[in-house]
């Protein structure tokens, strides 16, 4: 049993027996030991030392801040869960992406009440966005955001400079009536002053849909 995992949970030692079954001392990822017994361990009955159960991404934790109804959360209760869940619940599937890398919650944001005090509702049609994606979730970092505006905000995003105008590639795409598949397949094989010529004539009657 020694190096198996059930969750959060990976055997380390053997303990004491117990009405003849085996006990196991067991490390969580939280860093805590926590004693199991070998079957419910085999089954992955307990897969944590407990702290999975008070961790705020188990939708099994009592709400108390009004932002449920009928068992649903509020968009913006969901999006404080998420940011909790991808930065401390090492069982979440975001969680290499963010707290593995050291992304990290300000010390008062692991309270919803204050999240709600600094950022407000959530707006219809935008979620959280870090404005330096290489810190963390605080006030100073955060704002809501647009699904636009957070992949303008990508550090993978492609920015081009053209005559002192430095755009984006969907920018250029709009400004240029190019559309961003024929721009980007452009740009591999041409400068940006050959690559972002606008179309003309027929070319540019298809793509803008005047023509059939």
């Known amino acids: 049993m020694i190096g198996f995992r059930s969750g959060m949970l990976?055997?380390?030692?053997?303990?004491k027996t117990i009405h003849k079954r085996a006990m196991w001392v067991c490390l969580c990822d939280c860093g805590k030991e926590h004693v199991v017994m070998g079957k419910y361990l085999r089954s992955f009955e307990v897969k944590s030392c407990g702290c999975l159960n008070r961790c705020p991404c188990n939708p099994k934790d009592k709400i108390k801040h009004g932002h449920t109804v009928g068992g649903v959360w509020s968009p913006t209760y969901r999006t404080w869960v998420s940011m909790i869940s991808r930065c401390l619940c090492p069982n979440s599937s975001c969680y290499y992406k963010y707290g593995a890398k050291?992304?990290?919650?300000c010390d008062r944001w692991l309270t919803f009440k204050n999240f709600l005090e600094d950022m407000g509702e959530r707006p219809i049609g935008k979620t959280i966005d870090r404005i330096d994606n290489s810190k963390g979730y605080d006030p100073s970092n955060c704002r809501w955001a647009t699904a636009r505006e957070q992949v303008i905000n990508r550090t993978v995003t492609r920015w081009i400079t053209l005559n002192g105008e430095t755009l984006y590639l969907s920018a250029w795409s709009e400004k240029l009536c190019i559309s961003s598949g024929t721009l980007y397949s452009r740009l591999k094989r041409h400068p940006p002053g050959v690559a972002l010529t606008p179309l003309k004539g027929v070319a540019f009657r298809k793509f803008n849909g005047s023509m059939k």
């Not at 990976?10 to 303990?15: H, Q």
């Not at 050291?102 to 919650?105: Q, S, Y």
């Open 102 to 105: 050291g992304i990290v919650i």
């Open 10 to 15: 990976t055997v380390i030692r053997r303990s």
